[in-house]
Nanobody, 124 residues
Framework: VQLQASGGGLVQAGGSLRLSCAAS????????MGWFRQGPGSEREFVAG????????LYADSVKGRFTIGRDNTKSTLYLQMTGLKPEDTAVYYC??????????????????WGQGTLVTVSS
């Protein structure tokens, strides 16, 4: 599946952004989806994941309560609503698609297709 992320930008601390990830090429609801991010000098880390139906969502502890992942299978689109943004949220955000059926959403190695990334910069 081809993925195109968008919605990044510059925002002040405490602000909000909504990222989108448009999918094409394959049946979107055949994939579990995830958002990852990679900050300056950091490794890529899991942010949030969502099941194929959208009924199960998981979050990294660092974003729990501030970020909300969602998907619209009729539009083949994944979302990440980010509120209460902090400077440490500054990173390139990637959407990813996985064909896996295991119980762990976190490992990046389990994701098969990746979007190109969208930059989120949070100023203090």
């Amino acid at each position: 599946v081809q993925l195109q992320a968008s919605g990044g930008g510059l925002v002040q601390a405490g602000g909000s952004l909504r990222l989108s990830c448009a999918a094409s090429g394959r049946t979107f609801n055949g994939y579990r989806m995830g958002w990852f991010r990679q900050g300056p000098g950091s490794e890529r880390e899991f942010v949030a994941g969502i099941s194929r139906s959208g009924s199960r969502m998981l979050y990294a502890d660092s974003v729990k309560g501030r970020f909300t992942i969602g998907r619209d299978n009729t539009k083949s689109t994944l979302y990440l609503q980010m509120t209460g943004l902090k400077p440490e949220d500054t990173a390139v955000y990637y959407c990813a698609a996985s064909k896996s059926y295991n119980s762990d959403y976190v490992p990046a190695r389990d994701y098969d297709d990746w979007g190109q990334g969208t930059l989120v910069t949070v100023s203090s």
